[in-house]
């Protein structure tokens, strides 16, 4: 389904395709590992509910949603936590030996790794954070929060996704892959978060068996840089505990003010009859 505008990223006028804030096949992944396919939980700050929608809008022109697709989101897809025993990116790493590390968190150098394709995770995690910035996105009658790179950045992020100009040199990225203590968080998306942290910004967001930290800002600490999975020799690539860490810490957080709907607390109300 189209509508007729502006693309955000080429800013051709044209039809607009119903675009992902967060690529539409997550959604299948996260809902496949949840009994009988019940509906999605949205947990926010303000509130939680249930629900079978996607976050989408009339954002992106076809064209740059295959770019979208061909540059980045494919092979993310495929190679993130899919279930059942299936992460081809967590395997590609543990079948080399680590740089460094120790029991919480092992360093691969993915520059050494041919399966792992970093340029992929740079452009899918740009795209998702560029993409959080450049729109407002609702999930139903919930506004998200829209994510404040700034113009700058923003413009240099858009012209990077369309490939007129490098990754910004104010930008650095992690890329952290979970080391699945805990198998049934790893099955969980939050959408892209953040803000101003210590004379830089920090944004933040997970897919399955993932996690993405994009630094942004004059004033990065040079170890920051130094461990960046795109422009360190080494790319690296991290494996850890604390990816699962993190998403509890983070629902912890929200939990302490996000008011249950009457119907997740019905749900959950006959979950508990049921055990």
């Known amino acids: 389904m189209q509508a007729q505008g502006y693309c955000r990223l080429c800013g051709n006028l044209g039809g607009l395709s119903d675009s992902h804030l967060m690529p539409r096949a997550l959604y299948r992944f996260v809902r496949g590992s949840l009994s009988g396919g019940q509906d999605l939980v949205v947990v926010t700050r303000a509130r939680s509910w249930p629900s079978s929608r996607q976050v989408s809008d009339h954002v992106l022109c076809s064209e740059c949603e295959a770019r979208f697709n061909e540059n980045g989101e494919r092979w993310v897809l495929k190679n993130c936590y899919r279930g059942q025993g299936t992460f081809k990116l967590r395997q590609s790493l543990e079948e080399t030996p680590p740089l460094m590390g120790g029991n919480e ?15 992929q995770l740079l452009y899918f995690s740009s795209s998702v954070i560029w993409r959080a910035a450049a729109h407002t996105w609702r999930y139903e009658n919930y506004e998200l929060e829209r994510l404040l790179l700034g113009g700058r950045y923003q413009e240099e992020l858009r012209r990077f996704l369309l490939g ?25 998306m939050v959408f892209p978060y953040g803000g101003r942290a210590d004379g830089y910004h920090l944004y933040q967001f997970a897919i399955p068996g993932l996690r ?13 840089h130094r461990m960046c999975t795109y422009r360190s020799p080494e790319n690296l690539v991290y494996l850890t505990d604390k990816v699962d860490e993190e998403i509890l810490s983070n629902f912890g957080k929200l939990s302490r003010t996000s008011k249950p709907s009457k119907r997740l ?11």
């Open 265 to 275: 607390k019905g749900a959950s109300d006959k979950a508990g009859e049921r055990g």
């Open 105 to 119: 968190l092992l360093v691969y150098a993915a520059a050494h790794i041919a399966s792992v394709e970093i340029r």
């Open 164 to 188: 007129d100009q490098p990754f910004p040199s104010n930008a650095v990225l992690w890329v952290s892959v979970s080391n699945l203590s805990q198998p049934e968080l790893a099955k969980t």
């Open 212 to 224: 993405f930290h994009m630094f942004v800002g004059n004033c990065i600490p040079p170890l920051i």
